[in-house]
């Protein structure tokens, strides 16, 4: 059984246009056999800290279903969905995200039943690396009262 539900760095909500011209870049990087250089520029854009580019780039994987999964969700609109959940939720976002920014949280917030958010200051899209300690914090402790 799920006991709650942690979301970070994300969106209810991509517009088509908004998502079209970093996905189709990313297509093309792809097709041009240009992984690597796929990877620096999300690296790059999703760090606010740039001292964490070698550990995010060592732990960026592309596969086969990058683009695939990235178009999923684009025009999709969730914000309908959110007031169904019924279990307790986490929102994590970095104050300098600018993939997602934490702008979205709040935005979210409100379609939510019980809801926390934990803002990770100074840190971009890939929290989880920039602030892992903090991270992995917020997601204890929330487990934590999950299962209490």
């Not at 011209?21 to 240009?34: D, N, T, V, W, Y």
């Not at 178009?71 to 959110?82: C, D, Q, R």
């Not at 926390?116 to 920039?130: D, M, P, Q, Y």
Request: aromatic share 12%; hydrophobic share 40%.
């Amino acid at each position: 059984m799920v006991r709650g539900l942690i979301l970070s760095n994300t969106t209810s909500y991509i517009p088509s246009l908004l998502a079209f011209h970093g996905i189709r870049a990313a297509s093309f990087h792809l097709k041009m056999g240009r992984r690597e250089r796929l990877v620096e520029q999300i690296v790059k854009s999703s760090l606010y800290d740039h001292s964490y580019q070698e550990e995010a780039k060592n732990s960026f994987l592309i596969r086969d279903t990058y683009l695939q999964s990235a178009w999923a969700p684009v025009g999709i609109n969730y914000f309908p969905l959110l007031p169904t959940i019924k279990k307790p939720v986490l929102l994590i976002g970095g104050t300098q995200d600018r993939i997602t920014p934490v702008g979205n949280l709040f935005l979210m917030k409100p379609y939510f039943r019980n809801v926390r958010i934990a803002l990770l200051r100074k840190t971009g899209h890939l929290s989880n690396i920039e602030r892992k300690e903090y991270f992995n914090q917020y997601v204890g402790r929330f487990i934590a009262q999950c299962v209490s």
